[in-house]
């Protein structure tokens, strides 16, 4: 839609291709936008600047190959690191990854940045966000600047259960963390009683009236505490931890260890727990 909008002569929109737009002299700007059409497509295949003596900085969304993160965002405008080094760009500046990061990823040589997202978008994306301030010198590295303004921090914090005698414990160890500003992922860790059960959903409603930070979500990583010496002393129970081990190389440790917790609560306690307290 920004097609059709009438913008100002200091406005320039990019079309599917790569084109170059001169900023003062021998000072170039390459960019292209993403199409339903070209989405797929790698546009910097074959892609070099026109005058190479220039100082030549690209810009585009797009995603670079040979990294975790294109499992993660998807193949935009998908290309190698080959492509950028081919190309003949000083500095190329990307959107599409979140994280902050160098490119290309092949080579230790800087010739561009992921600046990432300026603010967190989810909980999967913890840790400090930037902009960046670049200054770029032809035939130099470039000198990068990490500028942090987020209002909110999404952090991934462990909370220790061990030793606790009553899941209301909990929310007394949460009023001593003191991050009130922040949004986090609270893993409850630790090996705890069996019979204490976490309900995860009345914590978060706990963590919003008490203020206690800007908003947080809740895992449930303790570990029942049923010893061997609890599992041998129950033919049930040590059939099926014995039964538990024939599926090991044919499942994730995560799917035998609900498994496990499941199965021995059943034995153990005769109750199972809800899916949101695994």
């Not at 909110?152 to 220790?160: N, P, V």
Request: hydrophobic residues 35%.
């Amino acid at each position: 839609p920004y097609v059709v909008y009438d913008w100002p002569q200091n406005v320039h929109i990019f079309g599917p291709k790569f084109e170059r737009v001169e900023i003062k002299k021998d000072v170039y700007l390459y960019g292209a936008s993403v199409t339903p059409e070209n989405k797929s497509q790698n546009i910097l295949s074959g892609f070099s600047v026109e005058n190479p003596q220039a100082l030549n900085i690209a810009l585009m969304h797009g995603a670079e190959t040979g990294g975790s993160e294109i499992s993660i965002f998807g193949d935009c405008l998908p290309f190698s690191s080959a492509d950028i080094v081919d190309s003949g760009i000083d500095y190329i500046a990307l959107g599409h990854y979140h994280n902050c990061r160098p490119v290309p990823l092949s080579s230790d040589k800087v010739l561009g940045y992921y600046s990432g997202t300026p603010e967190s978008v989810s909980f999967k994306e913890p840790g400090e966000r930037f902009i960046l301030k670049v200054k770029l010198k032809k035939y130099e590295a470039p000198c990068v600047d990490k500028i942090s303004f987020q209002k909110r921090l999404y952090k991934e914090i462990e909370l220790d259960c061990s030793g606790i005698v009553s899941g209301d414990e909990v929310k007394d160890l949460l009023k001593g963390i003191g991050d009130k500003g922040s949004i986090l992922t609270v893993s409850l860790v630790g090996d705890v009683d069996p019979d204490i059960r976490f309900n995860l959903e009345e914590l978060e409603d706990f963590v919003r009236q008490e203020d206690l930070f800007f908003s947080a979500r809740f895992k449930n990583n303790t570990r029942p505490v049923y010893n061997r010496g609890l599992i041998e002393a129950s033919l049930l129970g040590k059939n099926f931890v014995k039964a538990l081990e024939k599926y090991k190389d044919q499942h994730s440790s995560d799917v035998l260890s609900a498994a496990e917790k499941l199965g021995l609560d059943a034995i153990f306690t005769k109750e199972v727990r809800d899916w949101n307290e695994i």
